[in-house]
């Protein structure tokens, strides 16, 4: 057998998330400094399997398999696709950089402190999310993707939970109040996913007798396993419904401003910017893929969902007064295209969904972590408490200007690409649905464009007259995120690569065709 | 020699990333190095006339394919240019007019200490407008499209620390957002009708699809037009992005890209010529705007603002001209061509009387000041001269053959068409008359500044006086070059067709109108401003005038439907997502499953010991099952 390069990828950061927590209460630099040579190791193996994912190749790569539970044909089963590669590249982007934006994120509050030790525990949290959501993307069991979709949960609860954004209005205890509520709404609303979701899996193992992606696949291909229409509807249900909390579709949303609210901005990062992606990347993999036919036959649904989401996200965005919260709607937005794009079901649109779910984490982590530089300064998430720093800090500034811009989809940024192919895979599918989500780029420009102007510009506020402007270690996060948006937009030709073959399976799966044009326009 | 044209955007945008990323080590030489890089480009962009020139008439176009943009399944999307006739004269009046604005801004930012800053986004601005003008397909079109409004966004809200400034900023990018859903919009029936957004295939066989798709196309791609050139309804931002530094207002918002709507339009005129109803509807914009900017234009007592009416009045025109079809494309762009000359020399003279008058914009304000500054008097009144289309001059030529074009529509439409640019013409006489007369003639009427300065006016340095005098030149002599032996039309005419249409007029009997539409705005506004002196303080006016002097009230009217209305929709959903989708969902969860009990528990703290126990469930869950396999 050759070398365990998936498992490899997912066990690093496990074993970093072990090695960080085991360093000694002192020695907390050391466990920082650890956990980013971890996360950048992983990197390199996301690197490596990238590398050597053939586009043209299977449909599942560097597949591994072992028993696991063999009396209910639970297996320890990995393989990635196009679109299993993309995103576990983006997780692994990521996470270096959510650890340097954090550095300072978890210190004592009185840095005599040698007693303490939270430091370790939340980077150690933060690896041990990253090996859970690498292994749930590159898991082709079900099983084995459930327990890691649930799991995930306890390090998320504890991110937020036990390490709230220090900038808050109100007393202390009122503060820790409004954290564990967050971090309770964002426990019950996924575990209820969850548990309508395993309901699902059972009976899917009751039905097929596998858990086996391919298996069941193949079993649906040649016939030997049949779905009764209700069957086949109940369980997408199920599924879908754990999904859309976690993406999140409205009216499902609520639980994600709270969360990113409350939470250090490089934790809302990994909530909406990876973890989330976990919902999306499901719908795709298990909804379209194991119920082709209900899945189609829930489209009307979905897409008017997704639409709300879209429309509805933006306006709320722009109604907020808190940095965050603003950058939450707008991700409930985005995640509605994303939805879109999905469930359009043309290659244009889920190729878009695809690159969107890597863009939007880009974009979103650009944005969110410069807007984390900037609330650390001035201890205040509320847009009114700036205005006037593009004065005082000037790179600052133009730093979450770009990240205004892509998450407003400026064409030459990464995300115009991926919106602008959900928007044509729609439209040809669904004109008017097309049409509608169009309007979300007019109201992105809105959201993103107050929030610009009521923080960065104008007379000089007060409070911000002394602050700094980016410093090393934030350049260093700011910097090569934007150039990877740079690159992202102008040449996404490495990532549509590896997506579309995937795409084209999908598209297989559920059977459907791109609409073809009315005119075939001389070549 | 097709390989040269990515130089043409090379050079701005490595101007762009320098100057931007430079810091401040470039802040002695950032001003040459922007200065430079834009001649270099217009260099660029003269080799290649000269070799496009040497050509037969119908193998001018070259085309460029870098690499392919967006590959995705039915999808093709390349980085590609295509020069032809209508991109190179857009290549060289952008490249041109551009470097001569750069330098004129070396003297007018001289003072600023972002002045580095500054010359980035113009190289920034450059570089966009010339992928507009140069794409073959209209998805890289919207590249361009949306770069250009990014660098009007930056260098309208250069100023950032004035709250107008911003505001106004972000007024015209929204506004222009929602001209670029229609290019969205026009680009997605493109692809979903043809399969495909590339010039070529797209235009060559637009008439092998239905009329009604056609004109949908049309009227999406005159949305987008409407936004980008501030044609009515979506111009109310143009009047608000004159808070941007002169030479901005000069360069981007009246020569080159006000004027990508007109582009666009002429560019497709395959869709428009199928489209008989978005034809319409083009002409009506154009000819509503035209009488909009010039009413505007008679009534703001801030100099550039009566400018700016002025540039939306003579897109108007372009526009008009442009939905008229083969007769009327190439007078759409010759006049775009010497408005770009007079336009941009009218707002770097108003730039350099700002100079002399402390930033002081309010022409009630200003007065007698030909003795004081001549250089300036003169080439602003040359380019006043052409505006108004005195016979010989540039204007003349242009915008009487688009007034010609008009009435060769034909039938009662031509009627129309032909006397509401004949009005636009009279009304253009007077309101220009009145800006030159209480700009340079009249009394003294100067005012002390805000920190009680005395306005000391004296003539701009030779870094500002050069390019106006060049402009001035061209304001005199480009439309009789143009129009001496058809030049124009013979060198367009590969790309754009045309047609001479049946005039019911014959051209003399135009010019005559013309003329005469021209002394008779010339004689009021004499009448009114020459003749009396001007009152420093605006008198009250009347209906119209109150009303003009707001935007026709269209202002009013955005800020109380979409504005307000917009902040009291955001407001309320606000509340509705916070008590009613959270409660209601919170709710079924509790009924269901008795949530809300353990929930309030759980906020009492339990939560911690819950998820430790959770952890701890899991973990005796994982042992177990590997102790199964093993056993």
């Known amino acids: 057998m050759s070398f365990p390069l998936l498992t490899a990828t997912a066990a690093l950061p496990a074993i970093g998330a072990i090695a960080t927590a085991a360093v000694p209460a002192a020695r907390r630099t050391a466990a920082k400094w650890l956990a980013l040579l971890f996360s950048l190791g992983t990197l390199v193996l996301a690197a490596v399997v990238f590398l050597r994912f053939e586009p043209g190749g299977d449909r599942y790569q560097l597949t591994e398999s072992r028993a696991w539970i063999a009396d209910f044909g639970v297996r320890y089963e990995l393989g990635v696709d196009g679109i299993g590669v993309a995103l576990l590249g983006l997780t692994a982007l990521l996470i270096p950089f959510v650890i340097a934006a954090a550095w300072h994120d978890a210190d004592p509050l009185e840095t005599t402190s040698t007693r303490w030790r939270p430091t370790q525990g939340f980077f150690a949290l933060i690896l041990m999310v990253e090996a859970m959501v690498i292994l749930s993307f590159v898991a082709t069991d079900v099983f084995l993707f459930y327990i890691l979709f649930e799991a995930m949960l306890i390090p998320m609860y504890f991110l937020i939970g036990g390490f709230g954004d220090r900038a808050h209005t109100g007393t202390d205890e009122s503060a820790a109040a409004q954290r564990s509520y967050a971090a309770v709404k964002f426990l019950l609303y996924n575990l209820a996913g969850g548990l309508i979701m395993l309901a699902a899996v059972i009976g899917l193992y009751v039905v097929a007798g596998s858990f086996s992606l391919s298996e069941i696949a193949e079993a649906r291909a040649n016939g030997s396993l049949e779905m009764a229409t209700s069957t086949e509807r109940w369980l997408f249900l199920g599924f879908f419904f754990a ?28 909530i909406t910017a990876i973890v989330d992606k976990v919902g999306t990347f499901a719908m795709l993999r298990f909804c379209l893929g194991l119920f082709p036919e209900a899945s189609k036959w829930a489209t009307p649904v979905v897409i008017t969902l997704a639409l709300i989401s879209i429309v509805y996200g ?12 603003l950058i939450a709607y707008a991700s409930i937005s985005h995640f509605g295209f994303i939805i879109l794009g999905i469930f359009a079901m043309t290659s244009q649109g889920q190729s878009g969904a695809t690159l969107y779910m890597v863009n939007h984490g880009i974009s979103t982590a650009a944005l969110l972590l410069v807007a984390g530089f900037l609330i650390t300064r001035r201890g205040s998430r509320l847009i009114a408490d700036y205005g006037g720093v593009q004065k005082v800090a000037p790179v600052l500034a133009g730093t979450f200007l770009i990240g205004g811009l892509a998450t407003l989809s400026l064409p030459g940024l990464a995300p115009f690409v991926s919106e602008f192919l959900v928007l044509v895979g729609t439209f040809s599918a669904y004109p008017v649905a097309g049409i509608i989500a169009t309007s979300g780029i007019v109201l992105a420009a809105l959201y993103v464009l107050v929030l610009y102007q009521r923080t960065m510009t104008g007379p000089v506020q007060e409070s911000v007259r002394s602050m700094p402007d980016l410093r090393a270690r934030e350049l260093a996060v700011a910097v090569p995120l934007i150039a990877v948006l740079i690159f992202l937009g102008v040449f996404p030709k490495p990532l549509t690569e590896v997506v579309n073959p995937a795409v084209e399976h999908t598209m297989s799966d559920v059977q459907k065709k791109d609409p073809q044009p009315e005119v075939e326009a001389a070549k | 020699m097709e390989n040269l044209i990515a130089l043409l955007v090379a050079a701005p945008l490595l101007g762009a990333a320098v100057l931007l990323c430079g810091g401040r080590r470039l802040d002695k030489t950032g001003h040459w190095l922007g200065t430079a890089l834009a001649a270099a480009s217009f260099v660029v962009g003269l080799i290649l006339f000269t070799d496009m020139l040497g050509k037969g008439a119908e193998d001018r176009a070259l085309h460029q394919h870098l690499f392919s943009w967006i590959p995705v399944e039915g999808f093709q999307a390349d980085i590609a240019f295509q020069l032809d006739q209508l991109s190179m004269t857009f290549v060289l009046l952008i490249t041109g007019v551009g470097t001569l604005i750069h330098i004129y801004s070396i003297g007018y930012m001289e003072h600023d200490e972002r002045r580095r800053r500054f010359f980035g986004y113009l190289n920034l601005f450059l570089a966009a407008m010339l992928i507009l003008v140069i794409a073959d397909n209209y998805l890289l079109l919207y590249f361009g499209w949306e770069g250009v409004g990014l660098a009007s966004f930056l260098l309208i809200g250069f100023w950032q620390h004035k709250p107008t400034a911003a505001t106004a900023a972000k007024k015209a990018f929204l506004v222009n957002r929602v001209g670029d859903m229609g290019l969205s919009i026009a680009i997605m029936l493109m692809f979903t009708t043809f399969g495909t957004f590339a010039f070529g295939p797209v235009l060559e066989s637009a008439g092998e699809t239905s009329q009604g798709k056609l004109t949908a196309i049309g009227l999406m791609l005159l949305l987008a037009a409407c936004g980008k050139s501030a ?44 489209a008989p109803d978005a034809q319409l509807v083009v002409v009506i914009v154009g000819a509503v705007t035209l009488i909009f900017g010039a009413i505007v234009g008679c009534a703001k007592d801030d100099i550039k603002k009566a400018l700016a009416g002025s540039t939306m009045s003579q897109i108007g025109y372009m526009i008009l001209a442009a939905g008229l079809g083969p007769i009327g494309y190439i007078f759409a762009i010759m006049h775009l061509v010497t408005h770009g000359f007079f336009k941009a020399g009218l707002f770097l003279g108003a730039g350099s009387v700002m100079h002399g008058m402390n930033d002081e914009v309010d022409m009630r304000k200003y007065g007698g000041l030909r003795k004081y500054m001549p250089v300036t008097f003169i080439t602003f009144g040359l380019g006043y001269l052409a505006i108004i289309g005195f016979p010989g001059l540039s204007g003349f030529f242009s915008k009487d053959k688009i007034i010609e074009a008009a009435f060769a529509k034909g039938g009662t439409e031509g009627w129309i068409l032909g006397s509401v640019a004949l009005l636009g013409a009279a009304i253009t006489a007077f309101y220009m008359t009145r800006v030159m007369l209480m700009t340079f003639f009249g009394e003294k009427r100067w005012q002390p500044d805000a920190e009680g300065h005395e306005p000391h006016p004296h003539e701009s340095p030779r870094s500002m006086t050069i390019p106006m005098i060049v402009l001035a030149f061209g304001s005199v002599f480009a439309g009789g070059f ?150």
Do not use: C
């Not at chain 1, 909390?245 to 809302?268: D, F, I, Q, R, S």
């Not at chain 2, 008779?520 to 009347?542: D, E, L």
């Not at chain 2, 959270?582 to 998820?611: E, F």
């Open chain 2, 482 to 631: 143009f129009a001496i032996g058809d030049r124009f039309v013979n060198w367009l005419e590969p790309v754009t067709g045309y047609d001479h249409g049946h005039s019911p007029l014959s051209a003399a009997t135009v010019t005559g109108a013309t003329v005469v539409a021209l002394v008779v705005g010339v004689g009021i506004a004499w009448a009114m401003y020459g003749r009396k002196p001007v009152p420093v303080v605006a008198p009250r006016g009347s209906v119209l005038t109150r009303a003009a002097r707001r935007d026709l009230l269209q202002d009013d009217f955005n800020h109380v439907v979409l504005v307000r209305g917009g902040e009291h929709l955001t407001r309320s959903l606000v509340y509705v997502d916070h008590s009613l989708v959270d409660g209601v969902v919170n709710g079924t969860a509790a009924s269901v499953g008795g949530l809300s009990g353990r929930m309030r528990k759980l906020q009492n703290g339990y939560a911690r010991t819950y998820a430790v126990s959770m952890f701890g469930g899991a973990a005796v869950v994982i042992a177990a099952t590997l102790l199964m396999r093993a056993v």
């Open chain 1, 314 to 325: 933006a306006l709320l965005a722009v109604g907020q007064r808190d940095i965050k919260r």
């Open chain 1, 243 to 270: 999904f859309a909390v976690k993406a999140p579709l409205w009216p499902l949303h609520t639980w994600l401003p709270n969360a990113m609210g409350e939470a250090t901005a490089p934790v809302a990062v990994l």
């Open chain 2, 231 to 274: 044609q009515v309804p979506l111009q109310s931002w143009l009047g608000d992005a004159m808070e941007g530094p002169t030479p901005v207002s000069a360069l981007i918002h009246a020569a080159t890209m006000v004027t990508a709507g007109v582009y666009l339009i002429v560019r497709s005129g395959a869709i428009f010529n199928a």
